[in-house]
């Protein structure tokens, strides 16, 4: 439950992170006992690449402290969206967390908003949204595929998030969204986003909104754009999200002639008698020579207040 609110040691029934290293992470559920592939009960012991991990013991355990395993330790983590982004288990392709920073902020969530989202996927967007708007907003989640709302549906029980999202089976294309003039914000990652578009309006209010659409195809951005212009949507804006890190690094560049902007190199012979080049030694600022490119576009657009509606 440790997802709802911050607390400063494990209970019985948590999420919590094990973190290794940044290639080794593990969310673990604290419980004494797991079911086995034959259905048995047996004492829950996580194996870890450093050993194995009494689960129980964790309870009462402060987070940010180191845990043991039996060759090496860890140190145990409160669970964030962040975190659980990066140690779900992986149901369908998800959103991480750049794209999700654009998104939450983009659509303008903040607690008390209402929020729409299809399809629910593996819920990574999910849990980031449900931190933003709770605790006194809500999401309504759907996707078309039944197995994966079980499965999210029991994620969120075990995160302690019920009371703030209600995940449903919809075809969010054909059948739209059971809400009329009552979202602040529509977020749709769906294979054909256009289609649903015009569900999308009579979800939110009629007072004004936003909308998102993810789609890694420019096609499909295309169509999606085309569909928010036809049903009267304004600013409609498409962007993605790269993330560009930077390193430390000491390098040697060649010292500059400030008056006649030349480089003056060569000043002494090396031991074959050619010019040597000294230069000049920095520590630098340079960008990552590579990066994780193309996630999707993010088409975001805002649904104007409907004349109906009094100021
Ligand atoms: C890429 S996943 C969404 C991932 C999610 N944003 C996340 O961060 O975990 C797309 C989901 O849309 C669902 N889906 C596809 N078409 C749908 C439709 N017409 N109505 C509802 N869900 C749909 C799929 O079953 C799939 O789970």
């Known amino acids: 439950m440790s997802f709802a609110k911050t607390k400063h040691a494990v209970e019985e029934g948590d999420t919590v992170i094990i973190y290794v290293n940044p290639q080794a992470m593990y969310a673990i559920q604290v419980k004494p006992l797991i079911a086995t592939k034959k259905g048995d009960m047996v004492e829950n012991i996580f194996q870890t690449a450093y050993g194995a991990l009494k689960v129980q013991e964790l309870v009462g355990k402060k987070f940010g402290h180191k845990v043991q395993f039996s060759r090496g330790w860890g140190y145990l983590l409160h669970p964030t969206p962040e975190l659980w982004t990066l140690n779900l288990l992986h149901r369908t392709q998800i959103l991480y967390t750049p794209d999700i920073s654009l998104i939450v902020m983009q659509l303008d969530l903040k607690a008390g908003s209402i929020v729409v989202e299809s399809g629910t996927g593996s819920g990574s967007l999910s849990h980031a949204i449900i931190r933003a ?80 659409t993810f789609s890694p195809c420019i096609e499909q951005t295309q169509k999606t754009c085309e569909a928010l212009v036809a049903k009267g949507f304004k600013c409609i804006e498409t962007m993605e999200c790269l993330q560009r890190e930077f390193q430390v690094k000491n390098i040697t560049l060649p010292d500059v002639d400030d008056y006649n902007f030349s480089f003056s190199q060569t000043t002494d012979k090396d031991s074959e008698g050619n010019g040597k080049k000294e230069g000049r030694k920095f520590r630098a600022l340079l960008p990552a020579l590579q990066m994780a490119g193309h996630t999707g576009y993010l088409t975001f657009a805002t649904w104007p207040r409907q004349s109906s509606v009094q100021i």
């Open 133 to 212: 708007i709770a605790p006194t907003g809500h999401l309504h989640t759907f996707d078309f595929h039944q197995q994966r709302v079980e499965i999210v549906t029991k994620e969120f029980i075990d995160h302690g998030l019920e009371t703030f999202v209600t995940a449903k089976q919809r075809d969010a294309c054909k059948d739209g969204f059971d809400l009329e003039d009552t979202a602040d914000a529509v977020f749709l990652d769906l294979p054909n986003p256009w289609l649903a578009i015009s569900h999308a309006v009579k979800a939110l209010k009629n007072s004004g909104g936003r909308i998102c």
